[in-house]
């Protein structure tokens, strides 16, 4: 059984920093797209960033050179390293995996196959 757990996450003031961790266990396979997306109680999943087992990446343009997505192979852990943190970044965020490739359609929340539990995220201003 696939499970996403979540970690990481809180709240913090304008221009600071956090990280959400995503750890995931029960795959078993080799190729896969992880991503992470935030959503607002009422509204769709918004893709944030997704990376591929190779390392590829791809990002939303409001977060591109503030976020960055990483994964450690080894722990089987997905990270994002969120800095620059405005209010609008408010939201509760998601990890979520799909099979095969991330590709032109990774921030489609339809196509993943498992999710995290979220986490919330505030920003202050």
């Known amino acids: 059984q696939v499970q996403l757990v979540e970690s990481g996450g809180g709240s913090v003031q304008s221009g600071g920093s956090l990280r959400l961790s995503c750890a995931a266990s029960g795959y078993r396979y080799s190729r896969h797209c992880m991503g992470w997306f935030r959503q607002i109680p009422g509204k769709e999943r918004e893709g944030v960033a997704a990376?591929?087992?190779?390392?590829?990446?791809s990002y939303a343009d409001s977060v591109k050179g503030r976020f960055t997505i990483s994964q450690d192979n080894a722990k089987n852990t997905l990270y994002l390293q969120m800095n620059s943190l405005k209010p609008e970044d408010t939201d509760m965020y998601h990890c979520?995996?799909?099979?095969?490739?991330?590709?032109?359609?990774?921030?489609?929340?339809?196509?993943?196959?498992?999710w995290g539990q979220g986490n919330q995220v505030t920003v202050s201003s």
């Open positions: 979520g995996i799909k099979w095969g490739m991330c590709g032109g359609t990774w921030s489609r929340s339809s196509e993943y196959h498992y």
């Open positions: 990376i591929d087992s190779d390392g590829s990446t």
